[in-house]
């Protein structure tokens, strides 16, 4: 199948170049053809967000987003900071300026993104996982989808479908964090060398949405906060937003840089419900769904250069998370016009092979790399410690605003940065209460995640010997702690020794343990299309 | 990408009649709102020919006696000669579709289906069916209703190029009001409860008081 402009992802990115690619189109009388694969059973199914959202991109897509009935609608009305103690909550001074910014789900909001792109003549394929890159001579010339119906063993199903070659002129991948193709392409063309940028670097976010009472509802109420449970050497904070329907949205974000490997990002978020101040905006309400998603923090640092022979990275497979902020389906969405005017342009003028190089100037010169510019030396600084980092912050934000000539670097990459686990005690985690915390399994019943049972694993070992020899013994196994979703357990075998599990099937796409394993031996790939969470209102 | 999981194994066996060429045409139906159309478009992907959408104002009111009797206006105008459904829909569990249109039309049915198989000159069909004793094998004069259970068979994958494709194949759209039905609420629901959370239990002291707590407070015996 060949297409003019082939997109990786129906996510903000993804769906906002497809959709600026059809309004270029219909407003200059040409014809292109857009396709658009995406891994989860629906558009939305893998998308997960806090969300404040500030609507600059989307007003750019659709300037009347409002009468054409976005589901961006609960304008945020109050904006809180609290530093915790174990017992106490500290309000700070809302380092946020989120007046203008709408609570919303975002994964409600690329639905709507879905329909809109096929009103104007998008394809749309849910249901299929892009699983390679196809090169003709170092250029990129399409994906492919995945072979369907292979069995456990690698045998072909009945029901075996061979994956299909989708080509296009042009190809985008928007994949999201740590995107599997994206990847492998920023490897190959040495994209972060090119642009002399640093490694990225990423947090794991766990979050539910919760119904709760009508008398505990208020709409637009923000809440961000920082300190406990996590302590002064680990980046992180939780977030809680009141959307609309009784609905909130709450959850905690930890850095994956950190060093203690008995720490489990889930349970710190189960802890963190209980807390004095949080408990009681929640008593009385229930969970309706359950995720968990990787997210970049690098920032502009981070920045790899994003234009490749035949094709570009654009939203989180780049990296435009303003990490201050935490605002990055804005960036992510400008990125996707960005790059969908440069292709607009170049296949206009029909010169082949197309080229995407003036997207990356264009990038630079927007207010992307303004806002990442200017807010850049704010992560980096928490590497010295929470206080330091807040110090930081407060100058940056309030003084220099990021104008100062000097640029604090990342420190090693996150799989380097766990410890051994003789540095460290386990940490004793309270069990849940079945009310306001949870055990993980019955969490993760709540994410509708699923995966056809009869397919080989979609987490390869590059040494299968390598977690019984290296994570278990230095590290006492931590990707049983850190993944949201029990895919890795370590099982006493037959005579008793622990071997590890993968229980493929819970994986819920996060990346965390593509991005956390210190011998970076765990390798992240797509399963079988439609597989994966199912999120409607995350 | 959401059909019921037993529609969908009916769907397949429907296709696989056409495929050994005991039929000419799989014609896919759904009833309800707008979503109704992604369904009949997997079904068209799997390879059905066209499409029927009987549009109603919200699904909740199509209780299994309103759909049979709109199946049954729709038999009448299509004249099929066999109806295949899932044996039951993984939202109500109501089991009772298929049985209650095959009594309308007075056709012969088979339900909870594990094999299908039409005859050579296509007057009967011969049924495998799952029963609590094990498997009954009865042989139905055509046109008759058929339902699917699990085992029947393991539904394709709709291929990306069968998609692409299946968004040209036609879906007609039809209201009750115009197949003479009339969607009355024949049932109410009152209310829907969870079932009560299992109770600890307790540790008794000695054989006679396990007898004592079976004899007088679950009353076992």
Request: net charge neutral; glycine share 8%.
């Amino acid at each position: 199948m060949d297409y003019d402009v082939v997109i990786v992802g129906a996510g903000p990115a993804g769906l906002a170049a497809a959709i600026r690619l059809k309004q270029l189109c219909d407003r200059e009388k040409r014809e292109l053809s857009v396709c658009v694969v995406e891994k989860g059973a629906e558009v939305g199914s893998h998308i997960l967000s806090g969300n404040v959202f500030e609507p600059r991109s989307l007003t750019e897509l659709f300037p009347d987003w409002k009468k054409q009935g976005a589901p961006v609608e609960i304008p945020v009305s109050e904006d809180k900071f609290w530093l915790l103690s174990s017992k106490h909550a500290i309000p700070l001074p809302s380092p946020f300026r989120n007046h203008g910014n709408y609570v919303i789900s975002l994964s409600q909001l690329v639905r709507w993104l879905g329909t809109k792109a096929e009103e104007l003549g998008v394809e749309i394929y849910p249901g299929f996982s892009a699983s390679e890159v196809l090169y003709d001579d170092n250029r990129v010339v399409g994906i492919a989808t995945n072979d369907m119906g292979i069995a456990k063993n690698g045998c072909k199903k009945s029901t075996f479908q061979k994956g299909m070659e989708l080509r296009g002129r042009l190809t985008l991948l928007a994949e999201g964090c740590r995107g599997y193709l994206s990847e492998e392409v920023i490897r190959k063309y040495q994209l972060r060398k090119q642009s002399g940028a640093q490694h990225q670097t990423y947090a794991l976010g766990i979050k539910e949405v919760w119904e709760v009472e009508e008398s505990k509802h208020r709409p637009g109420f923000v809440l961000h906060t920082v300190g406990w449970p996590l302590n002064t050497k680990t980046y992180g904070g939780s977030f809680l937003y009141h959307m609309a329907n009784r609905q909130v949205a709450v959850g905690l974000v930890v850095a994956l840089d950190y060093q203690n490997p008995y720490l489990s990002p889930y349970e710190e978020y189960q802890r963190f419900k209980q807390h004095p101040s949080i408990r009681p905006m929640l008593e009385g309400g229930k969970v309706v769904q359950y995720g968990a998603r990787t997210l970049n923090e690098g920032g502009f640092q981070s920045i790899p250069k994003t234009v490749f022979p035949g094709g570009a990275l654009i939203g989180c497979s780049a990296g435009f998370v303003n990490v201050p902020k935490i605002k990055g389906a804005h960036t992510a969405m400008k990125s996707g016009l960005l790059a969908a005017e440069t292709a607009f342009e170049q296949l206009s003028k029909g010169s082949e092979p197309a080229k995407l190089d003036s997207y990356w100037e264009r990038l630079q010169n927007s207010w992307i790399w303004d806002e990442l510019n200017a807010a850049r030396n704010i992560r980096p600084a928490f590497h010295y410690g929470l206080l330091p980092g807040l110090a930081v912050s407060a100058f940056e934000h309030y003084i220099s605003k990021g104008k100062l000539p000097y640029t604090l670097k990342h420190g090693r990459p996150d799989h380097l940065s766990t410890e051994v686990s003789k540095k460290h005690k386990p940490i004793d985690y309270p069990k849940p209460d079945g009310v306001i915390s949870f055990d993980l399994l019955t969490s993760l019943y709540r994410s509708n995640t699923n995966h056809e049972h009869d397919q080989p694993s979609h987490l390869l070992l590059r040494d299968p010997s390598i977690p019984e020899k290296v994570n278990l013994i230095d590290y006492a196994g931590l990707e049983s702690r850190y993944c949201p979703a029990r895919v890795y357990e370590y099982i006493p075998d037959e005579n008793e020794k622990l071997t590890l599990q993968i229980n493929a099937q819970n994986c819920l796409h996060c990346k965390a343990c593509d991005i956390k394993d210190p011998p970076q031996n765990i390798k992240w790939t797509t399963p079988e299309g439609a597989g994966g969470p199912g999120y409607s209102i995350m | 990408m959401s059909m019921n999981p037993f529609c969908e194994i009916a769907v397949e066996e429907a296709l696989r009649i056409k495929e050994a060429g005991r039929a000419s045409e799989v014609v896919v139906v759904s009833m309800g709102g707008e979503q109704c159309v992604e369904t009949i478009r997997t079904g068209l992907a799997m390879g059905a020919d066209r499409g029927l959408h009987v549009i109603t104002q919200d699904s909740s009111s199509l209780f299994p006696l309103a759909v049979a009797k709109l199946l049954q206006a729709l038999v009448s105008s299509e004249q099929p000669r066999l109806l295949l459904l899932g044996k039951q829909a993984i939202d109500d569990d109501c089991n009772q579709t298929g049985q209650m249109v095959a009594g309308l039309l007075g056709w012969p049915q088979a339900t909870f289906a594990s094999k299908v198989s039409i005859s050579d000159d296509k007057e009967s069909v011969c049924v495998e069916r799952e029963v609590d004793g094990g498997i009954e094998t009865i042989q139905l004069q055509l046109p008759a209703v058929v339902t699917a259970d699990l085992r029947l068979n393991t539904p394709r994958y709709a291929t990306l190029p069968n998609i692409m494709k299946a968004k040209k194949k036609s879906i007609q759209r039809v209201t009750p009001e115009e197949l003479n039905v009339v969607i009355g609420s024949d049932l109410e629901v009152l209310e829907v409860t969870e079932p009560p959370k299992r109770k600890a239990g307790v540790m008794v002291a000695s054989v006679d008081e396990l007898l004592d707590k079976l004899k007088n407070e679950a009353r076992v015996f």
